[in-house]
C-alpha cells in the first residue's frame, strides 16, 4: 500500500507563531501544566490509524477522533488543542496519532498548529503508517533501503526497543504470510537519515544487504518527539497485536486510563460423559438429532485415567488450569452398567484440585423449546393452541440443583453462581427459538446462578437472564463428536467444501462466516497441517487482543489422540517465543472473566458518555468517574493510591480496577516517573526547561469466523 505524502518546512520559530505564543526566551518556573489524559486520533480512513483507535478503545482509553474525510469536522487549532483552566494552562490532549508525518495540505495551518502545540507541551506524536524520508527521520528507501512485501519476515526489537517501550517481548516480531496470493504487510524498509537523532525500535533485515531497516522508531527534532511506524497493518493482523501495547506506552509515557492483558482460559464441556461420535460414512453423528434415528451405532469417546494424567502434567508444564465442566450423571450411568466402577471419575475426584469445575447440569438436556426432530432441521413443538412448548421450570432447576449436590458430594470446588447449560441451550437459538425459554430466569434465580456461558459465535455482547450476566465464550474448531484427527478432518471436509466436491455445502450457504476450501484435506496430515495452524492463529489473535473471554472445546477432543491439544500447544507455545516473563498468559475462572467483562462495559459507557475526567499535573494524576463505576488506568511502578501500591503489576507497568464513589480519586507517581510535559507559566510561555519522557516507544486478512457445530 502506498501513499503520497505531503509535507511542510516548519522551523521553530514558525511552530511558536503559530500558535500564538511569545518567541522570546521563556520563563522556566511558575505551574507545571495540566495534561488531559486523552489522545487524539487523526484519521482519514486508513486502516493502521483505525488499528490505534481500536488498540485504545479495547483499553478503556478515551480518545477524540478527528476524521479528516468528514465535512464539517473541527477545526486543528490553538483552541481546539489547549486552554487554561483556574489559571493553569491546560493541554487537552496526552499524545497525537497522525495518519502519517503529516496527512495536511502544504503550508497548513493546522500541522502548524499541532507541531507548536506537541513542543510546547512535550506532546508525543504517532505516525501511524508513513514514507521513509528525510522528514521523518528517515533516508529514502531508494537510496539503499527497500520497499515492498514484507510477508513473512522476522523482524526484531532493537536494544533500545528491549529498554524501552517494548519490554514485554522477547524480540522477535514475526509478520504474517497468511497468503501467498495477497501482499498482507507493505514496508519502507530504511535506516536514520544523515544528522537525524532516530532510534530504531523494531527493525528488520534490507533485502539484498548485510544492514538492518527501521519499521518502528522515535525521531527527535524542533523539540518534538514522533514515533515513525513505516509498515501497513490492521487491528487484526499479529505483528500489530504484538506492537499496540507499546504504541500506547510510549505515547503516554506508561501514564494512562485503561488497561490490556493478554487473556487465555479454557473450558472442557461434558467432563464425566461420553461425547457422540462422528460416522465417517453416514456423515452425521448416530445419537445426535443430526442423525437419522437408529441409523448408525454409537460409539461414545469418553476419557480414561490415564488422560487426566496426561492433563495435569500438561498444566504443569504449561503453568495452565483448565475449567471443566461437568455433568454428574455420566459417572452415575458409568456405575450403574459396570457394577458401581467408574475409574475416570475416582480419578478425576482424587485430583481434583488441579482443575477449576462448573456446573453443566447433571444430564446434559435440551433446556429450551421442546425439539420436535421429526423433520430436519429439527424445530420447536408446539401446543394444540400453536404456542411454543417449553422445558419446564421444574425440569431447569433439578439438572441445576441435582448436578451441583453431586458435584458438592464428591468434594468438586465449586462455584454456586456459575453455570453454562448443554449446547447454551435455554438461551435464544436461531432460526428455531427466537426468545430464551421463559422458564429459565425463575430457575436461575431459585438457585443462585450469577453468571451463565453464552456461545459467542450467537451472542457476542453480555446480556441479563433474570438474575444471571452470560459470559460468551469461543467456539474452537475442534469439535465435540471427534476424538482422532482422521475424524475431526472428515467432518471438516463434509462441513467446508462445496456439494460439488461431496460436502454437505454449508461453507456455501454462510458465506458470511466461512469460506470453501479449495479441495478437501487429506484425512492423514489436514489435521496437522491445515486445521491446528488455522485455529492456533485464530485463538492465538483472540488472546493478543485484550479479550477475556474463555474458549471451549470437549473432554472428547482430551481423549484418545487428545487432538486438543496441538491448538493448545500452539497457542501457548507461540505466546511463550513472543513475550517476555514480565507478560504472562492471564488465566481466569468464568466468574471472574464475567466481572472483567462487566465493568469494561460500565467504564465505556461513562466514558462514552463524558462522565470521565482524567489529568496529571506534575506527579499527581486525578480522576473521576460516576459513583458505582470501577475505574481502569496504567501507571508507572511504584504509582500509589490512597499510601498503597496501585494496581498489579503487568508487562512493566502496574494496572487494575479501582472502585469509584463519584469523588476524584488521586494516584500518585513515583518521583523517579519523569514528566510528561513541559513546565508553562500562566501565559503560555514554554519553559526553558524540559523533562524528556520515557522512552517508551489491501491490509491484511481479517479474522476468520469459522462455523463450529456445538454438542
Known sequence: MKRTIRSTALTVGALISSLGLPAGTAHADTAAPRIDLRVL???????????????????????????LQQAGRPVIDAGFLADTVN???????????????????????????????????????????????????????????YSGSVDGVQAQVTAA?????????????????????????????????????????????????????????????????????????????????????????????GVHLGASRNYFAVHVDDVFLGDDRWDTTLNCTPGDIDCPQGAGVENPIRMTPADVDYATA?????????DFAFNGAGSVDQREGNNGVDVLADKLIADRDKFRWINHTYTHPFLGCAQDTTVVPWKCATNADGSTQW????????????????????????????????????????????????????????????????????????????????????????????GKAAEQVDEYNWIYTSRAQGGSGVCEDHADTS????????TSTGYTDYIVPLETRIDLGHVLSNDPKPHFMHQSNLAEERIGYPVLDGVLNGYNALFADNTPVVNLRMQDIGTELQ???????????????????GDTVTVQAPAGVAVTATMPTGTTYGGSGFGDAYAGEVSGWTASAGTPLTLTLASSTPSLSATVDVGGKAAATRTTPRTRVPAGVSEQVPYTPDD
Open 41 to 67: 486520533v487523526v484519521s482519514d480512513g486508513d486502516p493502521s490509524t483505525d488499528a490505534i483507535a481500536a488498540e485504545l478503545d479495547a483499553a478503556g482509553t478515551p480518545y477524540t477522533e478527528v476524521d
Open 87 to 145: 489559571g493553569t494552562p491546560r493541554a487537552k490532549f496526552q499524545a497525537v496519532v497522525l495518519p502519517n508525518d503529516n496527512p495536511f495540505a502544504a503550508n497548513s495551518p493546522e500541522m502548524a498548529a499541532l507541531a507548536a502545540y506537541e513542543q510546547t507541551y512535550t506532546i508525543p506524536q504517532v505516525d501511524a503508517y508513513t514514507y521513509a524520508r528525510p522528514e521523518a527521520g528517515l533516508q529514502n528507501p531508494a537510496g539503499g533501503g
Open 161 to 253: 526497543g528491549k529498554a524501552g517501550p517494548f519490554d514485554y517481548l522477547d524480540g522477535s516480531v514475526p509478520f504474517e504470510d497468511n497468503s501467498p496470493d495477497v501482499v498482507e504487510s507493505y514496508a519502507y524498509l530504511s535506516t536514520p537519515a544523515a544528522g537525524a537523532d532516530f532510534t530504531p525500535y523494531v527493525d528488520a533485515p534490507i533485502p539484498g544487504q548485510s544492514t538492518r531497516g527501521s519499521l518502528v522508531g522515535e525521531y527527535r527534532h524542533d523539540g518534538r518527539r514522533e514515533l515513525v511506524v513505516t509498515f501497513v497493518y490492521n487491528q487484526y493482523q499479529q505483528q500489530f497485536r504484538l506492537l499496540a501495547r507499546g504504541i500506547v506506552e510510549w505515547m503516554t509515557g
Open 314 to 322: 500438561w498444566e504443569s508444564r504449561q503453568n495452565f488450569t483448565f
Open 391 to 482: 422445558v419446564s421450570g421444574t425440569t431447569i432447576s433439578d439438572e441445576i440443583a441435582t448436578n451441583r449436590a453431586w458435584g458438592q458430594a464428591a468434594g468438586l470446588p465449586l462455584e454456586n453462581g456459575e453455570l453454562i447449560t448443554g449446547e447454551h441451550s435455554g438461551l435464544r437459538l436461531l432460526p428455531q427459538q427466537p426468545e430464551d425459554n421463559p422458564n429459565l430466569a425463575p430457575a436461575l434465580a431459585a438457585n443462585g446462578v450469577t453468571w451463565l456461558g453464552s456461545d459467542n459465535s450467537r451472542e457476542p455482547g453480555q446480556r441479563q437472564v433474570g438474575p444471571a450476566t452470560t459470559v460468551p465464550r469461543y467456539p474452537m474448531n475442534v469439535f465435540y463428536n471427534a
Open 515 to 522: 469460506s470453501c476450501l479449495s479441495a478437501p484435506l487429506d
Open 599 to 617: 465493568r469494561r462495559a460500565a467504564w465505556k459507557a461513562a466514558v462514552a458518555a463524558g462522565q470521565v475526567t482524567a489529568y496529571r499535573v
